[in-house]
């Protein structure tokens, strides 16, 4: 059966799954201590449910639970793993290398560190969203403290080369971290194998509920500390003071264990159903995959319709389907998507895309819904588009001189 | 963002979608806005060398919901209406009958740009001078 409508905006947020929901309820009411309340049975509850999510994260990604810091999500992991990072190792350097493609919580944060007396190299990526490891390693220098560079991109879902970039920067004695809100619990993550010193990860983007994250801090070879950026009660091994959300944690960790019992099953569901959609969408003329299609998410896929403008191309149909576009035409900037371009998309094209991102709850039938739905409003829109019809008469577009507003 | 019926019905079914002859002496052609900045706008007027009334508009749109809606809006006001008259079509009354948002205003203003720039199109073909316009502003 059809059910509309259809949600396939899944890098943006996640619906919580009914089990973690389920967990998290006795937590607002019934067992509502402060998890830092050491003497009552009220406090001694919240704690032993925030240790026992702290070792459900833990086991997700093959960490210790001591290394976990719980924090309000993705934004505040990236931003205490930079600052903190930057604060602390002051004394060893204050170069920090990260990549043009990163979510904004990394990139202003790393602007914000060229204001404080810091230095950043932002890396380009090429065609398929990936970077150059030999340029990656020409790029440190004795000063180099940090390498932040994403697990998988939130736009395109192109995953980087993670092993090869820990290996560089160990390398060079420098450390790594990675923004990994995407990738966990969507494909395996392993900060030992993946040899990652700090990760930020987020409940909302793996079934889990909002406000609630954390940022993964290695305590072994080597040990790594960050300098807290809050101050307060000296929670989370002082590294983040604010009391701790339990409600939120709970379900964290109990999205987590589902997560690991069920993320490889969905992951080839996932991957055959989004490549039953690309592959039918890239049927249309002038359709582009944006990316990599080979180091991807299996769940992700973004794609071009040149010469139709993404955002009019979502009007067609987002009464029934929820998606994203890299087009920006109602951001006070109109600038389109800047990952999309650091790929080397013209804006034309980078304004015609779309990010499809299924999920758990996704069907082939709305798949399927979606495949019509899309094609049949790519051609309706094309049909009054000034520029297809320039392009089927052979006019080269570059060739006109347009008035640019 | 919410948007007004009316818009979604333009962009819904859309009034005057097409292409006419632009080599023809009584057809003025305009084309605003840039693939890059995510609008294009080609519209296109017919006009009665007698009456100077404009008898039949057209248009192609590559953009948003609202740049599709407005250039559907201009058209079907451009029908009937002679030349001056056309003149006095102004991007606000489109953002009233559309109801459009602040962010979409400059979808109106590429209309009224795209009436404008097929009128002098029209003018210079019949041997009048080109209008110059003052500018509204960044769209």
């Not at chain 1, 919580?105 to 230095?119: F, M, N, Q």
């Not at chain 1, 299996?298 to 403008?309: D, M, R, W």
């Amino acid at each position: 059966m059809l059910n509309l409508p259809i949600y396939l905006d899944h890098n943006a947020t996640t619906p919580c799954d009914p089990r973690v929901v389920e967990a998290m309820l006795p937590y607002f009411s019934s067992h509502y201590g402060n998890a830092a309340s050491r003497n009552h049975p009220f406090g001694w509850a919240a704690e032993e449910a925030v240790d026992y999510a702290r070792e459900q994260v833990a086991k997700l990604i093959g960490a210790d639970p001591k290394e976990i810091i719980f924090t309000s999500g993705a934004t505040e992991s990236d931003n205490l793993a930079i600052k903190g990072v930057f604060d602390m190792y002051a004394s060893k350097g204050n170069h920090i290398i990260t990549v043009v493609t990163e979510h904004k919580a990394v990139l202003d944060t790393c602007k914000h560190i060229e204001k404080v007396g810091g230095e950043v190299t932002y890396m380009p990526v090429d065609g398929e969203g990936l970077i150059d490891l030999a340029a990656l390693e020409a790029a440190i220098t004795p000063k180099t403290i940090l390498i932040a560079i994403m697990y998988a991109n939130n736009e395109t879902g192109v995953v980087m080369p993670v092993k090869e970039i820990s290996a560089i920067a160990r390398k060079h004695g420098v450390l790594f971290f990675t923004d990994a809100t995407q990738a966990v619990g969507k494909i395996p993550v392993d900060v030992n194998k993946d040899g990652i010193d700090l990760m930020a990860i987020s409940a909302h983007k793996m079934y889990g509920p909002k406000g609630v994250g954390a940022l993964y801090v290695r305590r072994k070879n080597p040990r790594v500390k960050v300098t807290a950026q809050m101050d307060g009660g000296g929670h989370e091994r002082g590294m983040r003071s604010g009391t701790l959300n339990v409600t939120g944690i709970v379900g964290f960790g109990k999205a987590c264990e589902i997560a690991m019992q069920e993320m490889e099953s969905e992951a080839i569901r996932l991957s055959k159903l989004r490549d039953k959609l690309e592959s039918a969408l890239m049927q249309l003329e002038e359709a582009y995959v944006n990316g990599s299609r080979e180091h991807r998410l299996p769940h992700t896929t973004n794609i071009s319709f040149k010469y139709v403008e993404g955002e009019g191309l979502m009007m067609g149909f987002n009464k029934n389907i929820a998606l994203s576009s890299g087009s920006a035409c109602t951001s006070a900037s109109l600038e389109p998507s800047y990952v999309l371009k650091a790929l080397g998309l013209g804006d034309d094209l980078a304004h015609s895309s779309l990010r499809f991102g299924l999920g758990k709850f996704t069907t082939e039938e709305q798949i399927d819904y979606t495949i019509k739905a899309v094609s049949e409003t790519v051609t309706k829109l094309r049909e009054m588009s000034p520029l297809w019809e320039m392009f089927k008469e052979g006019i080269d577009l570059n060739s006109i001189e347009w008035a640019h507003h | 963002m919410a948007y007004s019926d009316k818009l979604i019905d333009h962009y819904q079914n859309p009034k005057n979608v097409g292409t006419l002859d632009k080599s023809k002496k009584t057809v003025g052609t305009g084309l605003v806005g840039a693939p890059e900045c995510g609008d294009v706008m080609r519209l296109q007027i017919e006009v009665d060398d007698a009456t100077g009334t404009i008898t039949d508009a057209k248009f192609k749109t590559f953009g948003c919901g609202s740049a599709i809606a407005s250039s559907s809006v201009a058209t079907e006001w451009l029908k009937g209406k002679t030349v001056e008259q056309a003149l006095t079509i102004d991007n606000m009354d489109i953002v009233e009958e559309l109801n459009l948002p602040p962010v979409k205003i400059h979808c109106s203003v590429l209309a009224e740009d795209a009436i404008k720039a097929a009128i002098n199109d029209y003018r210079v073909k019949n041997g009048l001078e080109a209008i110059q316009f003052e500018e509204k502003g960044v769209h």
